[in-house]
């Protein structure tokens, strides 16, 4: 019997970066690169992020998917938190050569997952806590127990500083982790897709999405868009900056996108954040100098290609504005996306096949 050629053998060259390759179907979220439209299970960004609490946002995401049935997720995510809570004295016992987002990845593996919480609210409930506990541990500080009846964001700023936010800090963080709740399939998403594709638990999926979403082109953005944002210091040095660091190659952080061919949505719903916390903060004049001349710069560098500003500028900006430090940009990313993530790992599980493209061998062929 003929056996079926192996479609590896008939690939042709591969698509650089999958760039364009339809891996998935989803109803959870759609990036529209072309005018710049970012839905969420049928409403625009614009439409929840400022509007609606992460919680909120959450339920909306996930309603057609088995985890929602609960009837509160403030309760369900707060019951999440109290749990998350006991893992936390291993946590304080890790080396102090981990970084926070790796504290939280201990912690996630080390999260006891039972039948009493799905575990999709169980993991996103605990990033939280971890992310909070982690940071104070690596400023010495003792961790502070969640909250359970707060909203996920006013309580993630308490377990943080120990005190009650401001309501404009805890409207801007829940803006923020709506925001980048879900957003089609990104690095990150693929990798959980591919990782639940295979079956494998919930956890393991989100531990690697979390490392697939901490490299530089990705989730690790924001950090370096501040450091940007200080070195520049004044807007009159904006425009030789940015101009030797385009003449040495480098990229500049916060600018560009895969998808968006024009300015990422969420760069504006963050910006209008940023103007709700209503202060005269000098670094969000700064911010907005700077990055006219970076679009003028890379519209002058790059004539054939659309570089504008993605989601990391403006998350550097209002998470600096409500007083997050800069260590904890991409562990935040990752808290607030981590629904989104177990939204797709589910549909992924639910109606996808075992994620195995081919590659092109070019080594040498036996004798
Ligand atoms: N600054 C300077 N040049 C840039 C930038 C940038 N921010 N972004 C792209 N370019 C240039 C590249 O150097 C490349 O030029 P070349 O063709 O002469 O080599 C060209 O534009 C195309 O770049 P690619 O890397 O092929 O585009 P891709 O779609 O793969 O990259 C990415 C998208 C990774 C986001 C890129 O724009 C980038 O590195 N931006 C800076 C990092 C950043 O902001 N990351 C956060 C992204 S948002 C998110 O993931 C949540």
Redesign the pocket.
Known sequence: MTEAPNPAHMTQDPI??L?GVVAATTSLSDVDGQNGILILRGKKIEDLAGLVSFEEAVMHLWQDLDVAKVSSMVAAFGQARLAAFEVVPLLEAAPPTLSVYERMQLGLAALPLSEALPAPIAISGALPVFLAASHRIAHGKEPIAPDETLGCAKDLLRMLTGEVPPKTHADALNRYLVT?LD?GL???TFTARVIGSTQADMRQAILGAMGA?SG???????G??LDMIDAIGAPENAEDWITA??AR???????????YRTR?PRADVLKSGLRQLGQENPKVKLAEDIERE?LAA?KK??PD?T?DT????Y?AVLLDAIGIDRSLFTPL?ATGRTPGWCGHVLEQQQNGKLIRPASQYVGPMPE
């Open positions: 650089a970066g760039e980048i957003h990104n690095a990150s979403l530089p082109l990705h989730g690790g953005a924001p370096p868009v660091t385009l190659k480098e990229r500049l952080m916060g600018f560009g996108h895969r998808i990422d970076a890379l560098a790059k290609r570089l993605n989601v990391e500028f998350t990313f």
